[in-house]
């Protein structure tokens, strides 16, 4: 911004292609009647649609649906973002703090966010690189040395991804489980597993691919799948908030292993 004068050209109001709500008469979404052009789209519909400016069709609708159910919808509240969800509902806040929180802390590093916009911007440098003339097996070493990762690969639990037969399986039923991303994938997963690297595919990878074949690209696969552990984090406030408050995964002081300073008289 370079002084006031950008101030001033908005001042009082807002240029945007988005949408703006008529009271009484209508509501225009990214250009088209929301009641009388869009009443028919699912709301994943509308989703996709709202972030992208392209109606999606019904087998895209089910793909996009697919993920979010299959690979996002745990109501394991162990799992970190659950746990600030549960967190909230042991502490009697409600039920939209419980999920904004939890889905704030849903921008990991390790899971959540961060890898899955690293993997699908993996595959798009590797593709890119390959349309260019390089070799994929010196393109997935360099990168190993470089990041010392693969996004999209390997699992610090196990290493089978239980998501990935599910939603490989839904991806064939429509018919896209053969685009160019998707094989590419499972040609970095060969790579990984025929050297001593021993990585398996992880559901970031799959789920990255199938978003890539289908024209997203990272910042819109990223908010896409902003709300997407929503599913399984409302469970799991439910359950702690019927509960006794304060009883959600309590811990001792005796297991508490402090190294610092000893307790002091005053």
Not at 206 to 232: I, K, R, T
Request: with cysteine; net charge neutral.
């Amino acid at each position: 911004m370079q002084g006031p004068k950008y101030l001033f050209e908005n001042e009082d109001h807002w240029v945007t292609n988005m949408g703006a709500w008529f009271p009484g008469e209508r509501v225009v979404f990214r250009g088209k009647d929301l009641f009388k052009e869009l009443k028919d789209l699912p709301w994943m519909g509308l989703l996709l649609y709202g972030i992208t400016g392209r109606i999606p069709d019904e087998k895209q609708i089910r793909l996009f649906e697919g993920i979010w159910t299959l690979c996002t919808s745990y109501p394991d509240p162990r799992l970190w973002n659950n746990r600030v969800a549960a967190l909230a509902g042991t502490t009697r806040s409600t039920a939209a703090l419980a999920l904004s929180a939890g889905n704030a802390v849903s921008e990991a590093s390790i899971y959540g966010r961060r890898p899955d916009i690293r993997a699908i911007d993996f595959l798009f440098r590797i593709k890119g690189q390959l349309e260019s003339g390089a070799e994929i097996e010196e393109l997935v070493i360099k990168e190993l040395k470089k990041y010392k990762i693969i996004p999209g690969y390997g699992r610090p639990i196990t290493r089978k991804d239980e998501r990935i037969e599910p939603l490989l399986s839904l991806a064939e039923e429509i018919d896209f489980s053969h685009g160019p991303y998707v094989k590419l994938a499972f040609m970095i997963e060969e790579i990984l597993l025929q050297g001593r690297w021993r990585l398996y595919m992880n559901i970031a990878a799959l789920a990255a691919a199938l978003a890539a074949d289908q024209g997203l690209s990272p910042h819109e696969y990223y908010h896409y799948l902003v709300l997407c552990f929503s599913g399984g984090m409302l469970p799991c406030y439910l359950d702690a908030v019927r509960k006794p408050e304060g009883t959600f995964f309590p811990l001792s002081c005796d297991r508490i292993q402090y190294e610092g300073k000893p307790r002091r008289v005053w």
